[in-house]
């Protein structure tokens, strides 16, 4: 079985800071780790992926992640917060032998930038 | 290129009412699909997911139920709503690629008065 904590339900930064946003994963096989971003009564868009091979992954936006297996994390990180980087960014998991493909969510942190 | 269709988009509707809410995906075949549950503060709730024509798997016991008429479609149902079924519904596809992403709709809020 496979699950998701991420650290902070709300994270506020300056913009042009770092942004920092916590995943921890359990996860009893191997894992594939995912980074959404969903804006307002919007759908949720793909950020990154980790599946196989570079631990260090760059997405769209700016954004990276690093999977770390010794901590079970995947940590998302952005060098300069943007104001259009306000949003809910969501963490997912799934095992590599997961039946059906479903991805088990976080709960979220929402992401605000202050001018 | 895919698309992925979820309507409607805002639904208010009393307790004790049907509820049909429809997703399509085109430009693929044979998608694996999903109906997600997205409560106010809350994180995602896989609520059915879906392999082919047919296949439902439920992953919670609840009120609600899904279907797969045909290969591209997939509808969450309901015959009486709760006050608890509130909440943002989300369609999403994937290729069936165990290291494929998922591919999200617009989403469907219903509010149940």
């Known amino acids: 079985a496979q699950s998701v904590t991420q650290l902070g339900s709300h994270v506020s930064v300056s913009e042009g800071a770092l942004v920092l946003l916590r995943c921890n994963y359990s996860?009893?096989?191997?894992?594939?780790l995912f980074w959404y971003v969903q804006y307002p009564n919007q759908g949720l868009q793909l950020l990154l992926k980790?599946?196989?091979?570079?631990?260090l992954v760059k997405g769209i936006n700016g954004f990276e992640a690093e999977f770390k297996k010794s901590e079970t994390s995947f940590h998302l990180t952005k060098p300069s917060a943007h104001m259009s980087d306000a949003a809910e960014y969501f963490c997912?998991?799934?095992?590599?032998?997961?039946?059906?493909?479903?991805?088990?969510f976080g709960q979220g942190t929402e992401l605000s930038v202050k001018p | 290129s895919q698309t992925i269709h979820q309507w409607p988009a805002t639904l208010v509707q009393p307790v004790g009412s049907p509820l049909s809410l429809e997703c399509t995906v085109e430009?693929?075949?044979?998608?694996?699909l999903y109906w997600y549950r997205q409560a106010a503060g809350r994180g995602l709730q896989l609520l059915f997911y879906?392999?082919?024509?047919?296949?439902i798997s439920s992953e919670v016991p609840q009120n609600l139920s899904a279907s797969r008429p045909q290969d591209r479609q997939f509808i969450l149902s309901s015959k009486k709503l709760l006050l608890s079924d509130s909440g943002f519904y989300l369609c999403?596809?994937?290729?069936?690629?165990?290291?494929?992403?998922?591919?999200f709709g617009e989403g469907s809020r219903l509010t149940v008065l």
């Open positions: 999403a596809w994937s290729s069936g690629q165990n290291t494929g992403e998922l591919f």
């Open positions: 996860s009893s096989v191997p894992p594939y």
């Open positions: 980790y599946t196989t091979g570079a631990t």
């Open positions: 997912a998991v799934r095992g590599i032998y997961n039946q059906g493909g479903k991805l088990i």
């Open positions: 430009g693929t075949s044979n998608p694996n």
């Open positions: 879906s392999v082919g024509i047919g296949q």
